[in-house]
């Protein structure tokens, strides 16, 4: 893998998994597209979390390259609890503070982490070029945190969605880059 652009989902109608993108969501994927048309970063593979909202953020671009959209389950919103949370923000934020922090159901800051880094060990160990993913915001601050321990719970809050990040290595370390611009 060269470069690693990591993308967040669009504006979406709801957090169920089949959410579709609102028409402000379906305008800002169509933006996406162009900004990455126009980033002068080739793209050779894009894998997006199963959600709908992911799928059709990215959807635009990979017709425009005529592309496949891969999914993988490891790039998933993560749960924080299958109970609901009435103060869910909070709880996000304590979970930020002590990574082992799990409620019911649902996964920790460590584990989600794991996930995603599963998948990331692997694109690192194959010849695949510049591969795009597209994924949620939880998920995509602890991926962020890989190339930048600083990354947390108040980055998270500055999320934009969409966002979208380029990783690449230069001279044996990686540097971290926000291209979208709200």
Known sequence: MEKLIIVRHSETEGQHEDSPLTKQGIRQAQTLAALLDHSGHNVDRIISSPYLRAVETIRPFARSKGMEIETDDRLEERVLSHEPLDDWEEVLHDTFQDPDLKFSGGESSLEAKQRVLSLIDELEQQDCGNVLLVTHGN??????????????FYDWKRLSRPDVFLVQKQGGEYTVERIWED
Not at 147 to 152: A, D, F, L, S, T
């Open 139 to 152: 998920l995509l601050a602890l991926l962020l945190q890989k190339y930048n321990r600083e990354i947390g």
